[in-house]
């Protein structure tokens, strides 16, 4: 369910926030276009470094994005215009 995870504003990038739940470990992140996509079987070790990096897109991409299986779990409105149902 989105929005049942706390997240972490994240600076960088294409990232908006990200959230980790260490008993189901699950890691959801936020995008800037809207999409809020969750890995599963993520170690907390790798969702810390991300949460705590100064280059979070760079570790997301390099250590998240191509290694974990992804899957967008819903949509957050982005600011100033709806969502574009076509997206």
Known sequence: MIGAMERK??????????GYDRTRR??????ANGNVVEYANVGAE?????????TPWSYYRDNIEDEFSGEVIGRVATSGAP???FD
């Open 83 to 85: 969502p574009n149902p």
């Open 46 to 54: 790798i969702a810390r470094r991300l949460l705590e990096s100064h």
């Open 26 to 31: 699950v890691l959801e992140v936020e995008l």
């Open 9 to 18: 504003r994240l600076l960088g990038g294409q990232l908006k926030a990200a």
